[in-house]
């Protein structure tokens, strides 16, 4: 059972490239999200999809959007990459946005722009 | 707005060792508490608190809630190299649409 799938596991950018970051997860959750992680500052939530159709912004949605385009598939993308958005990024899902059982995350995607 | 505070940020400890981890906050309309271990990759779930004054446990690892100080603690007895991640604290509310709001974490390094 592979849980939450990222691809790719690294990526290296020049700023203005544009990039999509792919997520599937095989547990038939409905609620998925993307969160980056920089030094210090915690995992911050970028966008999430409470269900199949459905999008919203989180804390930090500038310079990304996502596209949920299935029940398996959450992905996220870099229009014009900046050096800002330099992180790790990982991606997780849940069985609903409110249900009382943890979110689960994949491996992390490890991007830097230069 | 809502907010979450770990403490401390890093601690070195040796093995054998017990510690306590903090996680303080303030979320509206409070529904749960969740801790997560993370050591190179994904964040794993170790314990979700709903309720307070009732101690979760799993293995040398336990937590408590205290929902009317707005904190929880994470303990870990007997500290081996292994226990060595960054651990989460994330509140949940229930007017959050299910977004978890994660703290810093604390950096924990356990030297032989």
């Known amino acids: 059972n592979a849980g939450v799938t990222q691809t790719p596991k690294f990526q290296v950018l020049k700023t203005g490239q544009s990039m999509t970051l792919q997520c599937a997860q095989d547990?038939?959750?409905?609620?998925m999200y993307w969160y980056r992680q920089d030094p210090g500052m915690g995992l911050r939530l970028i966008y999430y999809?409470?269900?199949?159709?459905?999008?919203d912004k989180g804390e930090v949605p500038n310079g990304y959007n996502v596209s949920r385009l299935n029940k398996r598939e959450f992905s996220l993308r870099l229009e014009s990459a900046a050096p800002s958005q330099t992180s790790v990024y990982f991606c997780?899902?849940?069985?609903?946005?409110?249900?009382?059982?943890?979110?689960?995350f994949g491996d992390g995607t490890r991007l830097s722009i230069l | 707005e809502d907010k979450v505070v770990q403490s401390p940020l890093s601690l070195v400890v040796h093995e054998g060792d017990t510690v306590t981890l903090n996680c303080s906050y303030e979320?509206?309309?409070?529904?749960?508490l969740l801790w997560y271990k993370q050591e190179k990759k994904a964040p794993t779930f170790l314990f979700m608190l709903?309720?307070?004054?009732i101690e979760k446990k799993s293995g040398r690892l336990s937590s408590i809630l205290d929902k009317k100080e707005l904190f929880s603690i994470l303990n870990i007895t007997a500290t081996q190299t292994g226990d060595s991640a960054i651990y989460l604290c994330?509140?949940?509310?229930?007017?959050?649409?299910?977004?978890?709001?994660f703290g810093q974490g604390t950096e924990l390094s356990v030297k032989p």
């Open positions: 997780a899902s849940s069985p609903w946005t409110a249900s009382n059982q943890p979110q689960h």
């Open positions: 547990m038939n959750h409905n609620s």
């Open positions: 999809s409470a269900s199949e159709g459905t999008t």
């Open positions: 979320v509206t309309n409070f529904r749960s």
């Open positions: 709903t309720s307070s004054g």
């Open positions: 994330a509140p949940l509310g229930d007017n959050q649409g299910g977004k978890l709001i």
